[in-house]
Every structure is written in C-alpha cells, then in structure tokens.
T-cell receptor, first 112, second 112 residues
Framework: LAKTTQPISMDSYEGQEVNITCSHN???????ITWYQQFPSQGPRFIIQ?????VTNEVASLFIPADRKSSTLSLPRVSLSDTAVYYC?????????????WGAGTKLIIKP | NAGVTQTPKFQVLKTGQSMTLQCAQD?????MSWYRQDPGMGLRLIHY???????DQGEVPNGYNVSRSTTEDFPLRLLSAAPSQTSVYFC???????????FGPGTRLTVL
C-alpha cells in the first residue's frame, strides 16, 4: 500500500496561492492521486484527482511530475473559508480489495 | 437528492452496550464504506461493501459488524461498546473504481 507524507500544518494569507506537497514514493502503476478537504465536524469532500501531469478544475490544480513520487495541490487566491484539513490519498479500489490509506492530512490555516 | 445521510448525529453509550449506526445513500452507488476518525487523525476504514449482500473488512474491523441487504443502506453495529470506540464515524458511498467518495455528516460517539 502506498503511504503518503504531507506537512502537518501550513498557514498563509488571504489572496495568496497555496501549494501543499504530498510525497508518495511507493506509488504503484495503477494508483491515482486524490485530494480531499475536511472542515471541522464535517465529512471529507473531494477536491481533485489525477494520474499524471497536470489537472485543473474550478477550485484547484494538481501537479504530478513524471516519476509520480510526489504531487502538489495548488489553491489559487485562498480565502478564510479555505481553512481546513487537506488529505492526499494514493490508491485504487479493486472489486474486492479496497485500498486507500488516509494520513493525518495537512491543517491549512488562512489568515486575514 | 439527500446524498449520504447518517443517524444519529451524537450518541453516548455505556461500556458493554450495543447500538447500530445508520447510513443511507440515494445515489444508487454500489460501494459503501464505514470509517472512524479519532482526534487529529486521518480516517481508518472499518468495513466496506461492494454491493448488496457483499461486505468485507477494512483496517480496523474488530468490535464492529455490518450488513448490506439493500443498495441504499449500510448499517454499522457495535457489538459491545468499549471506550476505545469513542470516535467520529463517517459513512461514504461511491460508484466504484477511482470514483469520488461522498461522505455523510458523521456520528460522534462517546463510550463511557
């Protein structure tokens, strides 16, 4: 199982771009990289998913280098409401062998 | 479309009591999972199901039972509650493969 390593915490200021890097040295060929966001007292919410290169959606971008041993979640122009815990997951689910490991995540604090 | 719903939101049990945490989804997802989240930690998989009538153990299954008689419902039963089971429990559903997981709001359980 691919284990991920993320910074425990980060802080930034409103309007800044925030980059959170995740290390996943044991990523397997079939593994995807997925990021979730979790606010206090809520369940996690999907942000973005990718396999290689770059993926962008309306809330974030995900950069994945060619060796796929790390990935970077980029949040453009953050606001106070982006204060949350961000989880990087690597894995895939097979029909009868569900494999995803959740680390402790990165606690992001946005300051005014 | 309610998504994933969980009841109750809060529960206090005494050691040795049993109870069932309810989870339901209205998205017709085949896959459903139960996680627990301890303070400051990531999610740990308890049990999961890949379809009605099919369940399997996750990372921390001891002390919990599940069943999946319908696509919509996936209850989690605590057999004999212990203080170590004090946690927040999240239910999730998704279509399968690398699809996005949709989480419920969670049940905060305290065992005295």
């Amino acid at each position: 199982l691919a284990k991920t390593t993320q910074p425990i915490s980060m802080d930034s200021y409103e309007g800044q771009e925030v980059n959170i890097t995740c290390s996943h040295n044991n990523i397997a060929t079939n593994d995807y990289i997925t990021w979730y966001q979790q606010f206090p007292s809520q369940g996690p919410r999907f942000i973005i998913q990718g396999y290689k290169t770059k993926v962008t959606n309306e809330v974030a971008s995900l950069f994945i280098p060619a060796d796929r041993k790390s990935s970077t979640l980029s949040l453009p122009r953050v606001s106070l409401s982006d204060t949350a815990v961000y989880y990087c997951l690597v894995g895939r689910s097979m029909d009868s062998n569900y494999q995803l490991i959740w680390g402790a995540g990165t606690k992001l604090i946005i300051k005014p | 479309n309610a998504g994933v719903t969980q009841t109750p939101k809060f529960q206090v049990l005494k050691t040795g009591q049993s109870m069932t945490l309810q989870c339901a989804q209205d998205m017709n997802h085949e896959y459903m999972s139960w996680y627990r989240q301890d303070p400051g930690m990531g999610l740990r998989l308890i049990h999961y199901s890949v379809g009605a009538g099919i369940t399997d153990q996750g990372e921390v299954p001891n002390g919990y039972n599940v069943s999946r008689s319908t696509t919509e419902d996936f209850p989690l039963r605590l057999l004999s509650a212990a203080p170590s089971q004090t946690s927040v429990y999240f239910c999730a559903s998704y279509r399968g493969g690398t699809d996005t997981q949709y989480f419920g709001p969670g049940t905060r359980l305290t065992v005295l």
